[in-house]
C-alpha cells in the first residue's frame, strides 16, 4: 500500500505477498463477457492463511465475477490465477470447489436439490462420505446457520433469507480451505446477520480459515475483515486495514461510499470537541472505551 499526492491510498500493483501464507493470488485478470461488457479488468487480489478480506465496492464494480474466478466457475480471458500454489486460469482443475466454497450472491443458483438436507449434503456425498456421515455434517453445518428446522423443507420454497442460510451451510458442511460468501447478510434479519458475522468470525479464529466477503454493508466490513479491498471499474483501487480506508474519508468519498457509524461518530466527536481524530476506534466497544476515558 502506498500514498499518493492526493492521501488517497493505492493498492500496491499484484504486490509481492509472502508465499508461505498466500493461498490465492489474482494477478492482473481480466474478464470480459460475451456480449462485451467488462466484468474485470487488470484485476489483482489475494487472500491470505487466517485472514478475513472484504470487497466493497459499488454495484456493478465486478466483486462478484472476480468471486466467479476464485473457484473457477469463470476463467480469465488475461491474466492469472493462482490457488493454493496451483495455477487455476488453465481451466484445468474440476475440483476446485474442494479448496474454494463459494456461496453465490443469488441463492437461487445453489439450491437445487429435491430437500434442504439433500441440498447440503449434496457436496459431503462429492467428497467420498458415507451417507450416515454426510448427513450428520450437514444436519451439523445447518446447526451451525441456526436453520436446522428447515431440513425437511423444499428449497424452492423457502423465504430469500432462508435459502441464504441454507447456502452458506452447504458451504460450511465442507469445510474448504477457503470461504467466499457474496453479501452474505443481504435478505437476513437483524438476528441473522448477527449469527452469521459471529460464524465468520469463527471460521477464522476457531478453524483457521480464511474468509473473503463481497458487501455493501460497510459497518460489518470494518467489524470484521483484517483487510478491506475497494472495488472499482473491475479491479481493486485501494486496499488496507479497516481504520486505514474507513478512516481516509477522502478515499471513501472518492469510492462512493459511506462511512461506517462508529468512524462517522468519532469524526463527529472529534469534531465538536475540536481534537484531532487520532485514536481511530473501528468497533463500537472501541469507541465506548475510549468516551469513557477521562
Ligand atoms: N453474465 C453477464 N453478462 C454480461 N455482463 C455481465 C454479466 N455479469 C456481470 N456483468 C457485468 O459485469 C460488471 C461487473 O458486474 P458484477 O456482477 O461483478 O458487479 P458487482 O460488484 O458484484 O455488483 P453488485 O454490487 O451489484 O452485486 C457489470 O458491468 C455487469 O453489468
Ligand atoms: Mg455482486
Redesign the pocket.
Known sequence: MKMNETTTIVAAHCQQVDPERELIHVDCASHI???G????HDMCFYVQKNEIVALC??????????IEHLNGLLMPSQGKITVNGNVISGGDRTDLWKEVGVVF?QSDDQLFAPTVLDDVMFGLLNLGMDRDEAKAKAIMALGEVGAVDLIEKLPNYLSGGQKRLVSIAGILAMRPLIIVL??PTSDLDPVNCDRIEQLISDLKTRFGMSVVI?T?DLDLAARIADRICL?RD?SVFAEGTPAEIFYNTVLIREAGLKIPLVINLYLGYCEEMGIEPKLRPIKGSELIALLKRP
Open positions: 463477457y460475451p456480449d461488457s467488462i466484468g474485470i465496492g459499488p454495484n456493478g464494480s465486478g466483486k462478484s465475477t472476480l450472491q457474496d453479501e463481497a455493501h472495488v473491475g
